[in-house]
């Protein structure tokens, strides 16, 4: 199975590289993958109608197109409406709309991708060990998906001595995915996605 993947930032390109394989680590002489990053969230809602029309020609082809963007300080279920219309107004079945046979999975980090990593507190003591790794018990941290203040201020935040300049994302995106281990994830967006992408080889 071919899978594409469609993601708003190149941070979550440094991500998906490690976490992809060692999501579907038992099925990996079953699919292929790309990821196609776009710069910022608006660039990829522009380009995706015009993205998704093209695999239109790929009706032969066992594939699938994954696409993962940040919900940020939007209304959940009006994003998601959204990336679903962009879908079907291409001529594309999504996994919500026609369960049983579909080619696109639309996917939302809630709030952001780095919630994934707060989800994942082991993974970034891992790549950072000066960080406390008793964060995840203290309740501004204990629901990754809820953390107030935006997850990558958060996330700066605690690698300040790391990242002194400021976060840098494709950086810290690399050094913690390379740590997490997604069965353990406590991020229930994360969680989604994986259970999405595993039901694919179900």
């Not at 780095?114 to 993974?123: K, P, S």
């Amino acid at each position: 199975m071919l899978l594409h993947f469609y993601v708003e930032e190149a941070s979550a390109e440094a991500a998906l590289v490690e976490l992809v394989p060692r999501i579907l680590q038992d099925y990996t002489d079953k699919f292929e993958y790309e990821i196609y990053p776009f710069p910022g969230k608006l660039a990829l809602l522009r380009n995706l109608p015009n993205r998704l029309k093209t695999y239109r020609h790929f009706s032969d082809q066992d594939w699938r197109v994954i696409v993962l963007i940040d919900r940020d300080d939007e209304d959940c279920e009006e994003l998601k409406r959204r990336i679903e219309r962009i879908a079907l107004e291409a001529g594309l079945a999504t996994r919500s709309s026609t369960p049983q046979h579909f080619q696109v999975i639309n996917r939302i980090a809630i709030e952001e991708l780095e919630a994934w990593f707060f989800g994942d507190i082991e993974a970034v003591v891992a790549a950072y060990p000066r960080v406390d790794p008793d964060i995840a018990r203290q309740a501004a941290y204990r629901d990754p998906d809820a953390i107030r203040g935006g997850t990558w201020e958060q996330l700066e935040r605690i690698l300040k001595f790391y990242h002194p300049g400021g976060l840098e994302k494709i950086r810290a995106a690399t050094d913690i995915s390379h740590h997490m281990e997604p069965e353990r994830n406590r991020s229930n967006s994360f969680q989604v996605f994986r259970n999405a992408l595993l039901d694919l080889f179900d």
